[in-house]
């Protein structure tokens, strides 16, 4: 597959390509070109006079061509789940999931931008200003990168694409290098819905190459990034060189508490959801579990009785829950965290063993309240560590000493523990009686801490994606 520049499919200037394998098989499926610096500084030129071109069309205009976009994808969508499915190892029934919410996610925007009134601050309010009206208006920042990591590529995708585009921005998409297939396959459905001439193109390649390339480029300005707080730092480095606006929405190693007056029941199906939902590679799952010392081993022996009853599996299965990590070497690094959760106290009462991606789920109990995976150790896969506590002050405090602060969740029948949960957890979010990995298209998703910078969401992202201009009439009046 080529990637898309000013509407057309092209190969990098240099010919390289990278192979994309899925990762189940280990068989290469594709290949897309490898994109450098001079791929980059034809899709930026190309971008900004689009972008010019794209902000004169009207919004309602916008809305329509995104609208038949969307109905292209209702089209092809069984075609874009099984790529995606097949790219990335997922579940089918997760890749079509994520299909779907294609639609949720580009109306909520569409019809938010609809609605995004100015400000008009009224004459008379300081003196010296009793003629005059100020008002504001909502303009667009120019070329956005948009740049997306493979846990759910689609979905992010729709976070960035639609709100960027019916802002009147250009955006450029930089995929995944390991599974970029299904996002180039939205692209070309969205030229062919009208987005025109480079208001839309999509750079496929390497992360340190095509993305590293597109972030230092000066006439980028805005990226909004979603990936690993190291790449997360790099992108803010390369944006502060020229000024660009800047959205992160970074790791994460969410607490998931469990008090000893919990529904154990419930939290142990939220802990299926909530952890073991794409093998485990969401950036805010569940990632620590605090439970109650009284409550422990009972939840330890039902997680993993439930955990049992999964069918893991090939991703193209239609009953398969689990299915395999991203590449080989990604689930080799679980491998790698684990036998360290081992080394530093905790003990394996489930799972615990790799094969090629695939990756057991499993479950690690007594895990002490200092090793690494208690803090600031992100374990990207199917893995449940379970640690102790015996109030919920120390709960909060082993929470909250991880530099990450995406999300966090309490299981707690009592409302006055779970407001003082909720309010005391340094994250973004909380969900009080539910798994951490609750994230609607509406809400300010965003982290704390080295967990990110800005919130997205159809309540936050237009305010990212904009710039606020002030028209002053300047004593108009009288
Ligand atoms: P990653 O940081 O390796 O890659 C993310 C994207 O950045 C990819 O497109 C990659 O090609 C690109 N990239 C890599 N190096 C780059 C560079 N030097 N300059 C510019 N771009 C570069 O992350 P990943 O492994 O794809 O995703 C997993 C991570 O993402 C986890 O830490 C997870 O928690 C996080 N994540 C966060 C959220 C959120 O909303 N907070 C959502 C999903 C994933």
Request: hydrophobic share 40%.
């Amino acid at each position: 597959m080529k990637m898309l520049i000013g509407g057309k499919p092209v190969d990098a200037c240099d010919k390289t390509v990278i192979e994309i394998i899925n990762p189940a098989t280990g068989q290469v499926i594709d290949t897309v070109p490898n994109a450098g610096t001079e791929d980059v500084a034809i899709a930026v030129e190309k971008a900004k006079s689009a972008q010019k071109e794209w902000a004169r069309v009207p919004i309602h205009q916008r809305a329509e061509i995104l609208r038949k976009f969307l109905a292209l994808v209702d089209k092809h969508k069984e075609e874009l789940a099984q790529t995606l499915s097949t790219e990335t190892g997922k579940p089918i029934r997760e890749a079509r999931a994520e299909i779907g919410n294609i639609s949720i996610g580009f109306q909520a925007f569409i019809e938010k931008a609809k609605h995004l009134y100015s400000d008009v601050i009224p004459s008379g309010i300081e003196a010296g200003q009793d003629n005059t009206i100020q008002f504001t208006l909502r303009e667009p920042i120019g070329v956005v990168a948009c740049i997306i990591p493979f846990n759910f590529p689609c979905d992010l995708f729709d976070q960035k694409v639609a709100p960027t585009l019916m802002a009147g921005n250009a955006a450029i998409v930089k995929p995944p290098h390991q599974n970029p297939l299904t996002l180039c396959k939205l692209t070309q459905l969205m030229i062919e819905a009208g987005v025109r001439n480079g208001a839309i193109q999509i750079l496929t390649g390497e992360g340190p190459k095509a993305g590293a390339a597109l972030t230092a480029h000066p006439d980028v300005h805005k990226i909004t990034f979603t990936g690993s707080t190291a790449v997360g730092i790099e992108t803010a480095k390369a944006a502060a060189s020229h000024l660009a606006h800047i959205s992160l929405e970074l790791g994460g190693n969410d607490a998931f508490l469990v008090h000893e007056d919990a529904d154990v029941d419930l939290a142990v199906e939220e802990m299926i959801w909530g952890r073991m939902y794409n093998c485990g590679q969401v950036c805010c799952a569940s990632k620590r579990f605090l439970v109650h010392n009284r409550i422990r081993d009972e939840f330890a022996d039902k997680a993993c009785k439930r955990i049992r009853e999964l069918k893991c599996g090939d991703p193209s299965d239609e009953n398969t829950q689990i299915a395999c990590l991203v590449t080989e070497k990604a689930a080799q690094r679980v491998e790698e965290q684990v036998n360290k959760t081992v080394e530093q106290g905790g003990k394996i009462v489930l799972g615990g063993k790799r094969n090629g991606a695939f990756y057991e789920p499993t479950v690690l109990a007594d895990v002490p309240k200092e090793a690494d995976v208690a803090n600031d150790m992100e374990i990207f896969g199917p893995v449940v560590p379970i640690i102790g506590f015996d109030t919920i002050e120390e709960a909060i405090e082993i929470a909250n000493a991880s530099k990450y602060g995406l999300s966090g969740c309490i299981f707690t029948s009592n409302m006055k523990i779970a407001m003082k949960v909720a309010t005391s957890l340094e994250c973004g979010s909380v969900v009080i009686n539910g798994a951490s990995f609750f994230r609607s298209f509406e809400m300010p998703f965003g982290g704390y801490k080295y967990s990110g910078l800005g919130t997205e969401g159809v309540l936050s992202t237009y305010a990212e994606v904009t710039r606020l201009k002030t028209v002053v009439l300047k004593d108009i009046l009288g």
